[in-house]
Structures are given as C-alpha cells and as structure tokens.
C-alpha cells in the first residue's frame, strides 16, 4: 500500500458524458501527478500539481482538467469523453516535486 | 519524440534464466528510476540511480547507470515467475522534468 488512494476503482459512462477522478495523495507529499495508461501501453504523462499550483503539463487534452484543492487532494475532470478515453488513470505524489514518485491504485475507466 | 527508449518491448523466458533490459536516451539525465508495474496496479519504485557508473543491488536484480548518465540497465539472474511484470525506466532532466520509457513487458514461464 503507497498511501495514495483512489477512486473510483471502476467507472463505465458513456460516450459524451463528463467523470470526476479523485486522488489522495501521501501524507505529507505536497505533488500530485496524473497519469493516463492505454491498454499494455507506458504511462502517458498528464499534468502535476505542487501545492496547489499547476507545475507541469503533459500530453492533457484540452476536455481533460484538473485541480489540487488546499487540503492537497486532487481532482481530474474528463469531459466529451470519446472511446479512446477508455483507459487506466492513475495518480502519484511524491514529498517534494521532485524525485520518486508513489502511485495509488488507479481508476479504470470504460467509456461505452 | 520518445526519448527514451526501452528495449525489448516484450521477453518471455523461462524460470531460472538471466535477462537484461535497457533504457537509452540521447539525453543526460540527473537521475533515473526504475519501476515496475503488475496488471492492474500502479507502478511500484524499485531502485533510483544518480551517479554515473553506478551499480545497485536489490536481491536478484542489479540496475546500472551509464557512465554518461544517458542509459541504464536492469539485470535479473535466476528469474522467477514473481518477477513478471512491466518494468518502466524514467529518467529526471535537470529542469526536474520526468521522462518516461514505454515499458519492458516481462513473463516469466513456470
């Protein structure tokens, strides 16, 4: 267990509709980093928070956002969603920005 | 643009052969990570290597960074089928970007 949590675990929605992923992050771990991964493909990096800033933007599409709330948790918003978004989402936090990260659980989302 | 790059993508071998993969880059990277991921999980860090040259041993496996600090390996002697699993390299750039490799998907067979 990392310490970072996630939910859900599963989602299933369809075409067009509009999901909310929540992430927890480490106690104490200031970074959140979203990632999105295809069926047997790497880690597509989406974007990272610090401490509730924006630090670094991946491969996001514009339909996804994303937020890190005062209290470090963060949300990933996906809209008009489309098959293709179908996909394991995970999160990570690592204390400092930098360095190793710690990934929860994931959400495996299924657009139909 | 990848731009680092893992290779094999897929090894399938039986258990109690050895095996390496590689992570390369045209990039100097201030550190790497290795990870590796089971089916449905999320990534677990196995070891960080900072230093050109260096060599770390985690049981069975032995992870080596370039002299150059732009590749890496992973070595695994005497593999079992516990060590099945997708195993990612990522390097950190000296912005504190992190560079993700597309992932070597290992089996070991029974």
């Known amino acids: 267990d990392s310490g970072v949590t996630q939910t859900p675990k599963h989602l299933i929605t369809a075409t067009g509709q509009r999901v909310t992923l929540r992430c927890s992050p480490r106690s104490g771990d200031l970074s959140v980093y979203w990632y999105q991964q295809s069926l047997d493909q790497g880690l597509q990096f989406l974007i990272q928070y610090y401490n509730g800033e924006e630090r670094a933007k991946g491969n996001i599409l514009e339909r996804f956002s994303a937020q890190q709330f005062p209290d470090l948790h963060s949300e990933l918003n996906l809209s008009s969603l489309e098959l293709g978004d179908s996909a394991l989402y995970f999160c990570?936090?690592?204390?400092?920005?930098?360095?190793?990260?710690?990934f929860g659980p994931g959400t495996r989302l299924t657009v139909t | 643009t990848q731009l680092l790059e893992q290779s094999p993508q897929f090894l399938s071998i039986q258990e109690g052969e050895n095996l390496t993969v590689y992570c390369n880059s045209s990039s100097v990277f201030s550190s790497l990570q290795w990870y590796r991921q089971e089916p449905g999980e999320g990534p677990v860090l196995l070891v960080t290597v900072v230093t050109g040259g260096e060599v770390k041993k985690l049981k069975r496996l032995t992870f080596q960074f370039g002299d150059a600090r732009k590749d890496s390996s992973l070595h695994i002697t005497a593999a079992q089928p516990g060590d099945t699993g997708l195993y990612l390299c990522a390097g950190v750039r000296s912005n504190y970007q992190l560079i993700w490799g597309a992932g070597t998907k290992l089996i070991i067979k029974p």
């Open positions: 990570a936090s690592s204390p400092t920005g930098v360095g190793e990260q710690y």
